[in-house]
């Protein structure tokens, strides 16, 4: 959810602002840019070395550096924001901004912003008490900024009361639920499919094929970033659960993960079969070990059910269903097909043409070809920027 999203904190002078590193780590491990500005007075409470350190971008406090001449541009600081955090906010920066007072890079930014504005005040309780902080913080929640309340607690001072900032996993929580309300996959069911399959000949052998797994749970990843609820369905692969993916189910022959897609599929809002199933599995299953004889055994197979028809068959109004189609030739005719007799929505094409594209690589090119029968077609890039290309297209076919 949080990926990509360019965060600007303005830090502003109080004791609370030990507790923003930690703020700025979970941020970015969730994949988010974090830009800080500090007001003068917030440095004497946390290094800008610290911060930049965390944020591994410059800390700026300055609109003006008269030793280089340099600029900090509080319009285009603003611009790149997609949401502003003030935390900890003091009671002074608060009045000034309540005031639309401009005397700092912190607060210049602050009257160019505009994107969503959330404050985090942090003071002492009579201070937090004072009828014009409360006025103050009553002009921000006018101006609809989102207020992250203070807790009670011990604060600096020895008193107790409200005053004190909220605790950094809490204010992520709630930057993170911020952005999940503009996800419209938010809160929805998705059943994906990945991996290979692996058909038994007997205890030892099977047929398989090289899928790794790593497009299905790319994408898996990536719902789950955008807060969908991801059941995920794997096939025999050495890859770890994705954060955020509480329910994987492990199978391993095509049979298997028919019974779990077929359990699965009539409680999701979505289906994305990824998996590589195998369309052929051996008639008879030997339960010893095929010992070596003078003659070659022949391997007699018969046709497993097409799991990607079966969830198309069963297909509710309410549902999406996405399939893949692996193409060597008239692939875009051939992926239409598909889309139109496995009653899809979606079909993403990969062909096996194209240099560093498909199984066992960490790139893919992918083709997309919803109802409306207009290929849509990518350039190579990663999986993981692959899923987001297909997390995006099924946003955009959801009501
Ligand atoms: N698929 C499935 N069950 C199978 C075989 C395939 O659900 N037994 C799904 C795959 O997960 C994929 C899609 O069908 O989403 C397309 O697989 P692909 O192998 O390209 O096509 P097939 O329909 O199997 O047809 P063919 O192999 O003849 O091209």
Known sequence: M??????????????????????????????????????????????????????????????????????????????WADLLLLAPLSANTLAKMAHGIADNLLLTTYLSARTEVMFAPAMDLDMYKHPSTKKNIQTLLDRKHILIEPTEGELASGLCGAGRMEEPENIFRKIKQYFEQFSKLTGKKVMVSAGPTFESIDPVRFIGNHSSGKMGFAIAKELANRGAEVSLIAGPVSLATPVGITNRRNVVSAADMLEVCNECFPKMDIGIMAAAVADFTPQTKEIQKIKK?????????????????????????????????????????????KLHHKNLDLIVLNSLQDNGAGFGHDTNMITMIDRSEHPQSFGLKSKEEVAKDIVDKIESLML
Request: aromatic residues 4%.
């Open 2 to 79: 949080l990926r990509d999203k360019n965060i600007l904190i303005g830090v502003s002078g109080s004791i609370a602002a030990y507790k923003i590193p930690v703020l700025v780590r979970l941020l970015r491990k969730a994949g988010a840019n974090v830009q800080i500005i500090m007001t003068p007075s917030a440095k004497d409470f946390v290094t800008p070395l610290t911060l930049s350190t965390v944020s591994n971008r410059p800390v700026l406090t300055q609109v003006f550096k008269p030793e280089t001449g340099e600029w900090n541009s509080h319009v285009e600081l603003a611009l």
């Open 293 to 337: 004889g003078n003659v070659a055994p022949v391997l007699k197979l018969t046709a497993t059910k097409d799991i990607l028809l079966a969830l198309g068959n069963q297909k509710q109004s309410h549902q999406l269903l996405v399939g893949f189609a692996l193409e060597t030739e008239n692939e875009v005719e051939n992926a239409l097909k």
